[in-house]
T-cell receptor
Framework: QKEVEQNSGPLSVPEGAIASLNCTYSDRGSQSFFWYRQYSGKSPELIMFIYSNGDKEDGRFTAQLNKASQYVSLLIRDSQPSDSATYLCAVNPILTGGGNKLTFGTGTQLKVEL | GAGVSQSPRYKVAKRGQDVALRCDPI?????LFWYQQALGQGPEFLTY????????KSGLPSDRFFAERPEGSVSTLKIQRTQQEDSAVYLC??????????FGPGTRLTVL
């Protein structure tokens, strides 16, 4: 079992719709969770991080965390063609006290169609 | 302000050659990470520095891989006797806190 699992997609949604991206993780000790966006040929760019169970909203993006189910998701409202990219889920076992490695999933490719 | 920079952006090496990849982190960021990203995969952790100390090198795939950050700023990832399976994008990231790692543009290494 991979440590962080994502459906590779592609996930196709029409412009203006809600895109829902999902991620599961195997390490129950994971404390912080990150969503990165990666355009083709570019480096990952942080969208959001979440530590606590529940929802965290930032503009059109909402991250949802359920530690009991070891599940984290990203919702993108009013999807735009510019949202078309690969979305990487990453987990980090350390909550505070210094940096530590991120374990990434393979990413989900999102396509927002006109 | 300047972000993380990496050089070269592209490197082609013949199998068996040694290569050196450079990372300039964001000024003041004490933490520096190296990741390897194969085509169609997520980044995989290689090694982590806090200032000049290499605190975690558990992801380095073999003893052909070596990283250093002698003055706690610029870091170099060296790969000796390159193999075809070393072909990948090598990403450097720096951070001030555990919340955000800022990635550089990466170096795409192709080993022929």
């Amino acid at each position: 079992q991979k440590e962080v699992e994502q459906n590779s997609g592609p996930l196709s949604v029409p412009e203006g719709a809600i895109a829902s991206l999902n991620c599961t993780y195997s390490d129950r000790g994971s404390q912080s969770f990150f969503w990165y966006r990666q355009y083709s040929g570019k480096s990952p760019e942080l969208i959001m991080f979440i530590y606590s169970n529940g929802d965290k909203e930032d503009g059109r993006f909402t991250a949802q965390l359920n530690k009991a189910s070891q599940y984290v998701s990203l919702l993108i409202r009013d999807s735009q063609p510019s949202d078309s990219a690969t979305y990487l889920c990453a987990v980090n076992p350390i909550l505070t006290g210094g940096g530590n490695k991120l374990t990434f999933g393979t990413g989900t490719q999102l396509k927002v169609e006109l | 302000g300047a972000g993380v920079s990496q050089s070269p952006r592209y490197k082609v090496a013949k199998r068996g050659q040694d290569v050196a990849l450079r990372c300039d982190p964001i000024s003041g960021h004490v933490s520096l990470f190296w990741y390897q990203q194969a085509l169609g995969q997520g980044p995989e952790f290689l090694t982590y520095f806090q200032n000049e100390a290499q605190l975690d090198k558990s992801g380095l795939p073999s003893d052909r891989f070596f990283a250093e950050r002698p003055e706690g700023s610029v870091s170099t990832l060296k790969i000796q006797r390159t193999q075809q399976e070393d072909s990948a994008v090598y990403l450097c990231a720096s951070s001030l806190t555990v919340d955000t790692q800022y990635f550089g543009p990466g170096t795409r290494l192709t080993v022929l």
